[in-house]
């Protein structure tokens, strides 16, 4: 398994400023993943991190709003750019070593 | 991609019932079926998972089988206790570009009276 630890645990922002959160975990891992978890909703990954690389960002996700640096194995940063109301969310760091996939504790965001 | 259905959305159980959650996946290609218990203000912890090579697994009290053939898989949680309450979530996952990419159900919520 996978130790992983996020800051802030949550936040409350006001619209049209950034939050980066950060994600630490206890192991080295090739990919990094962030996930997006709105009010009652399931989670939708956001991008996958790669070290050394450019993020992946899924359909409907875009870098110029949630930019993301891996510099080592075992830390990442999302942050969440420009925010509105409807970035409120959990924000989820994870990881997969071994194939499977463990989460961090989220990050409770709310935009006012 | 991967579409991945989860029934019920609510399930209230009296303890020491069973619970069974069902989902279906798309996606042939998908070898990997984790399932995660999330509790409020915390992030979704694996409790069970299940590859393709195999039609049923056990640990304890919970239980998941996998039918293949009909994309279809589910959880069995035996008699529940109230900390079974949470909301559960099933994922199915190929192996796609390196990595296990995994598309998460839309979740149930259960509830376990005591």
């Known amino acids: 398994s996978a130790v992983i630890s996020q800051k802030p645990s949550r936040d409350i922002c006001q619209r049209g400023t950034s939050l980066t959160i950060q994600c630490q975990v206890d192991?080295?891992?090739?990919?990094m993943f962030w996930y997006r978890q709105q009010p009652g909703q399931s989670l939708t990954l956001i991008a996958t991190a790669n070290q050394g690389s450019e993020a992946t960002y899924e359909s409907g996700f875009v870098i110029d709003k949630f930019p993301i640096s891996r510099p080592n194995l075992t830390f990442s940063t999302l942050t969440v750019s420009n925010m509105s109301p409807e970035d409120s969310s959990i924000y989820l760091c994870?990881?997969?070593?071994?194939?499977?996939?463990?989460f961090g504790p989220g990050t409770r965001l709310t935009v006012l | 991609g991967e579409n991945v259905e989860q029934h019920p959305s609510t399930l209230s159980v009296q303890e020491g019932d069973s619970a069974v959650i069902k989902c279906t996946y798309s996606?042939?290609?998908?070898?990997?079926f984790p399932w995660y218990k999330q509790e409020l203000g915390k992030g979704p912890q694996l409790i069970i998972d299940i590859r393709s090579n195999v039609g049923e697994k056990k640990d304890q009290r919970i239980a998941v089988t996998l039918n293949k053939t009909a994309k279809h898989f589910s959880l069995h949680i035996t008699e529940t206790q109230p900390e079974d309450s949470a909301v559960y979530f099933c994922a199915a996952s190929p192996y796609s570009g390196g990595y296990q990419k995994v598309t998460f159900g839309t979740g149930t919520k259960l509830q376990v009276i005591p």
């Open positions: 192991s080295q891992v090739t990919m």
């Open positions: 994870s990881v997969a070593p071994h194939n499977e996939q463990f």
């Open positions: 996606d042939s290609a998908s070898n990997y």
